[in-house]
């Protein structure tokens, strides 16, 4: 099993910025898939980014590309998400997820991903 904490959601007007961390432990892959997804209410989970941690290697949603960062501290279990320039669009409950494997790509589904974090919420305002 392994277990996923989100950190560093709250309240910042447009064009703030947050950094969101997810903590894992438990029987962790040293190669594994961390990727974050969102979701508003009354919309579906969306996937945002996603990285591959032995490589480092990172995707993102056409929808944050340039302004959200996803980066990772193998030896704190560590993953972050750093939010730039954020738009009211960009509120909602913040997931991490993850699951070993992916040779270096990462799925972008979120019925791919195992173990799932509780959440943290992002509100942003006009």
């Known amino acids: 099993q392994v277990q996923l904490v989100e950190s560093g959601g709250g309240s910042v007007q447009a064009g703030g910025s947050l950094r969101l961390s997810c903590t894992a432990s438990?029987?962790?892959?040293?190669?594994?898939?961390v990727a974050w997804f969102r979701q508003a209410p009354g919309k579906e989970r969306e996937w945002v980014a996603n990285?591959?941690?032995?490589?480092?290697?990172?995707s993102y949603a056409d929808s944050v590309k340039g302004r959200f960062t996803i980066s990772r501290d193998n030896a704190k279990n560590m993953v972050f998400l750093q939010m730039n320039s954020l738009k009211p669009e960009d509120a909602g409950m913040y997931y991490c997820?993850?699951?070993?494997?992916?040779?270096?790509?990462?799925?972008?589904?979120?019925?791919?991903?195992?173990?799932w974090g509780q959440g943290t919420q992002v509100t942003v305002s006009l």
């Open positions: 990285i591959y941690t032995s490589y480092g290697t990172t």
């Open positions: 438990g029987n962790i892959y040293d190669a594994r898939c």
């Open positions: 997820a993850t699951r070993p494997g992916g040779g270096g790509s990462c799925w972008t589904y979120a019925a791919a991903y195992a173990y």
